[in-house]
């Protein structure tokens, strides 16, 4: 993640990640401009480019050479990314709503997030057929389909509706691979039959007639039966009608028609055409607000209206990246004027393409090879980007400020005080903690509800009070999951000793910048916090939030146990013949290092933020009642070292399965790419414990058993009766890597306490 040192002045929120955005995204990286930052919005971290969907589906590339990856885009961008749905647009608070966290503010927002199926128009459309949009879903369906076809002998029968360009390319990819399928299962391919849908008079109308009589031919060749002005408005299970009565039974019936914008967009107050789309004026800007641009299918020009095609959303990316930059330095926004004729190539389903450009129609083998090449440069604009460089020297922003705006920045990059005059000021403070409800306990007899110079909590009866402390900076520009990551990982250690957690304090750290954007950054952040906090009915009592360069946050945590040391799960308890259980997958310290040199996949992220943000409260309950003799959580020392710290107390040696440790997907890759943490040189030196160490030392999990932990999960010693019980109940409680990966043995003669097998 960046840290630069001109603080925030300006925030440009991306809605969606489509075609223009991701210009935008790569515009902004290869010129930020200081002072303003980026924030993408996308439900999904692997965009697809829609000019190759159609190879992907044939059979012709591979998921990631057809998707874009956002996360490692937006890092490459300086951008923050919200990995989450847009809702709708607050345009008098200037927010984003979103579907699973706090809303997101903006100075300038633009709105790219395609055309959405307007399955609900006709009748049991919604239920029962399968929008290519959003794509995501679509490709799960044809993931699921592939597999019905390859187990289910006997006829298929498929419905494509909508003709056009779209629903012609589909049907003959669907068809091209699905055949292909059936070959080399030693099939008959003619077990699949295709039926394609319109209610126009022809397919392809908006393509001129050599073009439509080229792909005509090519469906009657394939066996597609071709049913035009035939308007299907009713689906089934399993069945569609058309208005004239027509009825078809269909194993699966794909919707490539009807598309509009986003239901969303109706209570936003923008102005929006028929069909559901954005109206834009020539700077791509709002018709209704200056302030909200749209690009793509979801907006419509209302000087130049165009037919919606990936064309006119790729080539809309530099006019409003130049737009977004002009708008937030208050200088004017110049016209975009796109073109009147657009070149498309659409496939046939092979290694073949027909070009298509006003009256002008060819095709041929070479055609698709051209295609391909176009579609490669493209995505490796994207996909392959120059490695980060060193920060640049700080440069004064072009932003224009005035009035309260401009002193605050000013004094935001003056020299700070230090000591208690580093604290973010208190009317900031506390609107942003005013928004927040934090647990609510009878045991606190003084806390948030009351604040005061410190908070006074009760000891019930019979319980010991268990401490612990961390605190550590952020590794990632989203402060809402770094939030859920810090308190996640501070609880960690209560949980770890059998106990509940009771009481939170924090202790924050939040870089200089304007008022409004230091609030919203402790409002995300410890918003976040709380629901882990909550959750966990941990009560935030107080805490001390201060100034600096860098975002980080910590958590001193209480919480109670009962009065018996009997009842604590400690380090020391392992006896020989236990075996070694781990809940969660590691990989975390490598997976990020690897991220902040754009060498991590999106989705690999992705899975590691899923896990840090998992509890382990219910893990440690489940432990408990199995007999755990021992047990910690897996932190910064990684696997190796906390196993250490157990064995050293408990007197015993282990013995770990290289094999069975849980690993995040794509750890193993980066790590056999060299890229690992900067925390794991130290962590490594602990290589003498291994008794084995040069016999292991090639294995690809090696480097794994030092890579330290965020958040990670619990590491614990079971009795060996009761050991593959505990690792099923701990799955089915949602822990679904949960492994034994080793045993405990007697303390042998030998200095070294662990042996790795595998």
Not at 333 to 344: G, N, T
Not at 361 to 383: C, E, L, P, Q, T
Not at 450 to 457: N, S
Request: aromatic letters at 6%.
């Amino acid at each position: 993640m960046q840290t630069p040192e001109q603080p925030v002045l300006r925030d440009i929120v991306l809605v969606g990640g489509g075609h223009s955005h991701i210009g935008v995204l790569r515009r902004f990286g290869m010129k930020p401009v200081p002072g303003v930052r980026l924030n993408l919005v996308c439900r999904d971290t692997h965009t697809p480019y829609s000019g190759m969907l159609p190879g992907y589906i044939a059979g012709h590339y591979s998921y990631d050479d057809v998707h874009i990856d956002l996360r490692t885009l937006a890092e490459f961008a300086g951008a923050r990314f919200f990995r989450d749905e847009a809702v709708g647009i607050d345009r008098s608070r200037g927010q984003v709503l979103c579907r699973e966290r706090p809303p997101i503010p903006y100075d300038q927002l633009s709105v790219n997030i395609g055309s959405t199926p307007q399955v609900q128009q006709v009748a049991g459309a919604e239920d029962h057929a399968v929008p290519v949009k959003p794509i995501h879903r679509f490709n799960d369906r044809w993931q699921l389909l592939l597999e019905r076809v390859r187990g289910h002998p006997g006829e298929t029968r498929i419905a494509v509706v909508g003709a056009g360009a779209g629903g012609v390319e589909l049907t003959l990819a669907m068809q091209y691979r699905l055949r292909n399928e059936l070959r080399a299962l030693g099939r008959n391919p003619d077990e699949l039959v295709f039926h394609l849908f319109d209610s126009g008079p022809r397919i392809l109308s908006t393509h001129n007639g050599s073009v439509r009589r080229r792909f005509e031919r090519v469906l009657a060749e394939r066996g597609v039966e071709v049913h035009c002005g035939a308007e299907v408005d009713r689906v089934s299970a399993g069945r569609l009608r058309t208005a004239s009565g027509e009825t078809l039974d269909a194993d699966e019936i794909v919707w490539v028609t009807r598309a509009g914008g986003a239901p969303w967009l109706r209570a936003t107050g923008l102005e929006l055409d028929e069909q559901g789309f954005i109206q834009v004026r020539d700077t791509l800007q709002t018709v209704t607000d200056p302030r909200i641009f749209a690009a793509g299918d979801i907006a419509t020009m209302v000087n130049h209206p165009r037919e919606k095609a990936g064309v006119f959303a790729v080539r809309q990316g530099k006019p409003l990246a130049a737009n977004l930059r002009r708008a937030v330095e208050g200088r004017a926004l110049k016209p975009y004027h796109p073109q009147s004729r657009w070149l498309a190539l659409i496939s046939t389903g092979d290694r073949h393409a027909v070009a298509s450009r006003g009256a002008v129609g060819f095709s041929g083998d070479w055609v698709w090879r051209w295609k391909d090449w176009i579609d490669r440069r493209f995505m490796a604009k994207f996909n392959e980007l120059p490695a980060m460089e060193e920060e640049a020297p700080e440069q004064r922003s072009p932003v224009q400020l005035e009035g309260e705006e401009a002193s605050q920045a000013i004094s935001a990059v003056a020299m700070r005080c230090g000591g208690c005059g580093a604290k973010v000021g208190a009317s900031t403070l506390s609107r942003a903690l005013g928004m927040l409800q934090p647990a609510q306990r009878d045991d606190v007899l003084v806390g948030l509800h009351a604040p005061d110079d410190a908070a006074v909590v009760r000891v019930p009866p019979g319980k010991a009070m268990v401490h612990t402390v961390d605190f550590f900076r952020a590794f990632l520009d989203d402060p809402y999951v770094f939030g859920r990551v810090a308190a996640n990982h501070a609880l960690g250690d209560i949980f770890a000793m059998g106990a509940e957690a009771q009481t939170a304090t924090a202790v924050a750290t939040i870089p200089t910048g304007l008022e409004s954007k230091v609030e919203d950054t402790v409002f995300q952040m410890m918003s976040g916090a709380l629901e882990i906090l909550n959750d966990a009915n941990c009560a935030l009592v107080g805490g001390h939030t201060g100034e600096g360069r860098e975002l980080a946050l910590g958590f001193a945590v209480n919480g109670l146990v009962d009065d018996d040391l009997d009842a604590i799960m400690r380090k020391g308890g392992m006896r020989p013949g236990d075996v070694l259980v781990i809940t969660k997958p590691v990989g975390t310290g490598t997976l990020f290092a690897a991220h902040a040199k754009l060498q991590a996949r999106g989705r690999w992220i992705d899975g590691a933020l899923a896990s840090m943000c998992q509890s382990n409260r219910q893990a440690a309950a489940c432990l408990h009642q199995y007999g755990a003799t021992a047990c910690t959580d897996i932190t910064g020392f990684g696997v190796l070292g906390h196993l250490v710290e157990m064995t050293r107390p408990s007197e015993v040696d282990a013995e770990v399965d290289l094999a069975a440790l849980p690993v995040l997907d794509g750890a193993e890759e980066t790590v056999a790419a060299g890229v690992l943490s900067s925390l794991q040189p130290a962590n490594v030196r602990l290589r003498r414990a291994i008794r084995n160490q040069s016999d292991m030392v090639n294995h690809p999990r090696y480097p794994l058993i030092f890579d330290p932990q965020t958040a990670g999960g619990l590491m614990a010693s079971v009795p060996a009766e009761r050991a593959e019980a505990c690792v099923q109940a701990l799955r089915a409680l949602g822990y679904p890597h949960t492994a034994a990966v080793g045993r405990i043995l007697p303390q042998g003669e030998a200095l070294e306490p662990i042996t790795l097998v595998g």
